[in-house]
């Protein structure tokens, strides 16, 4: 396995078993964590997947 570079997306498993992501930036630290557990790994990425293209939605200050 290689070593981890930063900034990365990282799965892992909740205490019920279900897969959740964390996005960490570049110096390390958390920034984002997904907002649901997923119970097949697949699923879980393609919630990064749909994280990643939303890079050039626009943000609105409301």
């Known amino acids: 396995m290689s ?3 930063y900034p990365c997306y990282k ?3 909740d205490t019920r078993g279900q897969w959740y992501w964390v996005y960490y930036a570049r110096n390390g630290e958390e920034i984002s964590r997904s907002s649901e557990s997923y119970v097949a790994k ?3 990425e393609r919630g990064i997947a749909l994280n990643k293209a939303s890079t050039n ?3 609105f200050l409301i």
């Open 42 to 44: 697949s699923d879980c």
């Open 11 to 13: 799965l892992t498993k």
């Open 57 to 59: 939605d626009p943000v």
């Open 3 to 5: 070593a981890v570079t």
